[in-house]
């Protein structure tokens, strides 16, 4: 069946920033005096909102995060995406062909998905339908912002598809009640511990090139 909305995660499924989004974190980790690793940091903190992992860093290794951390972390981060972000292979071919009305729906701030989509050129085929964890009361794994966007865009949870590339946002699609592809194209899905997380997550599908999206949503 055709759905009526394809909601799409932004980083690691429209531009490839998860990499890049995990060494600023390492970054901001260390100048607040704590350590953790690569992987962990993809176990505990991929498609999570800053203020969830600010709270998990604190709760569960200690590691208080102020808001001098976040402000460099954020500077530096705009930095990469400037110099080193790139579109996920396809996307901007596909989008215009999906014949589905389509949003992002991110754990990113509204200016930083702006921005990541705009510095990549994906901006102007998804504005104005860009939907932030700010704007509601929980995050992924909460199904808050997956319904949000739904209802905004006036789709019923049930014949929406989401693209998500982390177990967070498969989980949260699945509390929403929506169908959810888990996308592995990205420059970061190498991890062995994450392929295997986003396995056991069990979406409905599992691919890892973009342009096979279309026949996926027509299939």
């Not at 808050?144 to 019923?156: E, K, P, S, V």
């Not at 997550?201 to 279309?214: C, H, K, W």
């Amino acid at each position: 069946m055709t759905p009526e909305l394809v909601i799409f995660d932004c980083d690691g499924v429209l531009v490839d920033s998860e990499a890049l989004s995990v060494s600023a974190l390492l970054g901001m980790i260390s100048a607040a005096g704590g350590s953790v690793s690569e992987d962990t940091a993809y176990e505990h903190f991929l498609g999570k909102s800053m203020k969830s992992v600010r709270e998990i860093l604190l709760r569960d290794f200690t590691i208080d995060i102020t808001d001098v951390h976040l402000t460099d972390m954020r500077v530096e981060l705009m930095r990469k995406f400037r110099e080193e972000l790139k579109p996920i292979p396809g996307i901007g071919d596909i989008l215009p062909r999906l014949g589905v009305p389509c949003c992002v729906a991110s754990s990113g701030t509204l200016d930083r998905i702006r921005y990541a989509l705009d510095v990549t050129g994906l901006l102007g085929l998804l504005e104005p339908h860009l939907f932030s964890a700010a704007m509601v009361a929980r995050g992924k794994p909460a199904p808050d912002l997956f319904l949000h966007a739904a209802a905004a865009m006036g789709a019923h949870p049930g014949n929406c598809i989401v693209v998500e590339d982390s177990p967070a946002g498969i989980a949260a699609a699945r509390a929403a009640g929506m169908r959810v592809f888990a996308f592995t194209g990205g420059s970061h899905a190498g991890n062995p511990a994450l392929k295997a997380r986003l396995a056991s997550s069990e979406p409905d599908f599992i691919f890892a090139d973009m342009r096979q999206l279309p026949d996926l949503i027509a299939g």
